[in-house]
């Protein structure tokens, strides 16, 4: 069965700072998805960045990069500069391939320190 | 566009009640998902539908719980009866293909 674990219930980190926020995913399909989503304390689903299984670079968008890799089947975010705004809660998440089922880990609360 | 709309954004019912959550996803995205979040147990997938056809309902607790999705515009979730311990927010979230899903704003369900 698939299963996404983040293993950092909280993180804390200086404002400006870069951060590393954990990933681990277990599943037997050769093609999947991998996405990360930001919760903010307003309670919203924001989506940051995505990953497919058969790209071969690391996915970027801003001050966000997907660091993959794949044999390790981990797919940790890196939020580079960190602003006060980044405090939220922090998802990952995988799609497999066939029927597009979309799990969740059980987040990251990313608390950033002016 | 209007994004994913979910109603009511706010319930209060007592045990035993029925409760029906609502979801209009955004036009032309063909799978819809509904998710459960509470602090124990996080981010649940409870059921979710391509092309308005239920692919996968194992995270359905139990059978006081249902969805539907008569058509491509509207999905409905429903408590019957409900309990306690089915306080939460569910979330409703539409996708086109098999890129990122967009979530709606949650329902916060609350039952006394």
């Known amino acids: 069965a698939q299963k996404i674990t983040q293993t950092q219930p909280g993180m804390f980190v200086q404002e400006k700072e870069a951060v590393t926020l954990d990933c681990t995913y277990d599943?037997?399909?050769?093609?999947?998805?991998l996405f990360w989503y930001k919760q903010p304390s307003s309670g919203e689903m924001i989506f940051l960045i995505y990953?497919?299984?058969?790209?071969?670079q690391n996915a970027t968008e801003g001050r966000y990069s997907l660091n993959f890799q794949k044999a390790r089947k981990s797919a940790n975010l890196v939020i580079s500069a960190s602003q006060l705004g980044d405090s939220a809660m922090y998802f990952c998440a995988m799609r497999e391939a066939l029927r597009g089922k979309l799990i969740f880990g059980q987040g990251t609360e990313l608390s950033v320190k002016p | 566009d209007a994004g994913v709309i979910q109603s009511p954004r706010h319930e209060v019912t007592e045990m035993g009640q029925e409760v029906t959550l609502r979801c209009k996803p955004i036009s032309g995205h063909n799978s819809l998902f509904w998710y459960r979040q509470t602090m124990m147990r996080g981010l649940e997938l409870l059921i979710y539908f391509n092309n308005n056809v239920p692919i996968d309902d194992s995270g359905m607790p139990e059978d006081r719980f249902s969805a539907k999705m008569p058509n491509a515009s509207f999905s409905t979730l429903k408590i019957q009866p409900s309990e306690p311990r089915d306080s939460a927010v569910y979330f409703c979230?539409?996708?086109?293909?098999?890129?990122?899903?967009?979530f709606g704003q949650g329902t916060r369900l609350t039952v006394v």
């Open positions: 599943t037997s399909d050769q093609s999947y998805g």
């Open positions: 979230a539409s996708r086109p293909g098999q890129y990122e899903a967009f």
């Open positions: 990953q497919g299984s058969y790209d071969e």
